[in-house]
């Protein structure tokens, strides 16, 4: 694990003294890219929900899975990966790359620590893949920053990922935010959601991790039902199993009603139509 102290130096204007959702998640998965405060905040938060480490990987195991259906079936080979967090096994970029090594990804997060981990990730692979700091929330910058105006043909179908992130924006019109991106994008493109669900987690154990997160960067927390998570997806028509509990999207392995309700996240992708 790397040292507080040589993490901090690294990334001058990290903060260490408030957890960070990033971070935790990042240390939820195994990864090294954390601060003792977030593993503290981590470990507090098993404690108050045993199936928070569920979450990360059922969340993960859908990425990995959606983006490959992207690729192989829907023939896309643009992603703009919005709140992609520290990087960890299996990147949007090493998934899309086994499969199409054309393929170009944007990852946008406005957390340093992870943003500058993923610099130091991609080493060479700026020219098919980019990192932008900025807030997902702020689309015109987004869409503008040189890191995803300057890699995307926007006249060609993108995939917008947004996994684990509306659950913890500001507003609750997550749909509002995605629809601003899909206008961006052109018939034939694509959105990959994920988002928090009370499926076994108890009313305490909701407000137990609430109140954790309002110690962070990132201090709400907005639950949505399946009804309330296909809302997210104005435009687009579903792809196959629809809105689901995220380890059965496509799952590649049989996966019991009750592993997949441990993750308590909903999953879904969804494909602009064409004319």
């Known amino acids: 694990m790397t040292d507080d102290t040589e993490l901090a130096a690294q990334v001058r204007h990290a903060d260490l003294t408030h957890p960070n ?8 998965l195994g990864g090294s890219a954390n601060f003792a405060i977030d593993r503290e905040t981590a470990e507090q938060a098993l404690r108050i929900a045993p199936t928070e480490r569920d979450y990360c990987w059922a969340n993960r195991g859908f990425l990995g899975r959606a ?7 829907a023939g896309i080979d643009q992603f703009l990966d919005l709140g992609s967090g520290v990087p960890t096994v299996g990147n949007v970029h090493e998934i899309a790359h086994e499969h199409n090594p054309a393929a170009r ?3 946008v997060d406005w957390e ?4 500058h981990h993923a610099r ?3 080493g060479a692979e700026e020219h098919r893949v980019t990192v ?16 995803v105006a300057g890699l995307f043909d926007f006249a060609r179908p993108i995939a917008v990922l947004a996994f684990g992130i509306l659950d913890i924006i500001p507003s609750l019109d997550g749909a509002g935010l995605i629809s601003r991106y899909r206008d961006a994008c052109v018939p ?3 959105l990959a959601v994920s988002n928090n669900a009370q499926m076994t987690r108890t009313d305490e154990e909701v407000a137990g991790i ?10 709400q927390l907005h639950l949505r039902s399946r009804e309330e998570v296909a809302a997210l997806l104005p435009g687009y028509t579903l792809v196959e199993p629809g809105v689901v509990p995220a380890a059965q999207w496509r799952p590649d392995r049989p996966v019991t009603d009750e592993e997949a309700r441990r993750g308590n996240v909903y999953g879904a992708v969804g494909i602009l139509p064409r004319a």
């Open 105 to 107: 990804v944007a990852y």
């Open 112 to 115: 340093p620590v992870a943003c």
């Open 132 to 147: 932008t700091e900025a807030d997902a929330c702020d689309v015109e910058a987004v869409l503008n920053a040189p890191g």
């Open 120 to 122: 130091h990730l991609l």
């Open 21 to 28: 959702i990033a971070r935790m998640y990042d240390y939820f």
């Open 67 to 73: 983006v490959r259906y992207l690729v192989t079936e």
């Open 188 to 190: 034939g493109s694509a």
């Open 210 to 219: 609430r109140g954790l997160l309002a110690n962070t960067s990132t201090p």
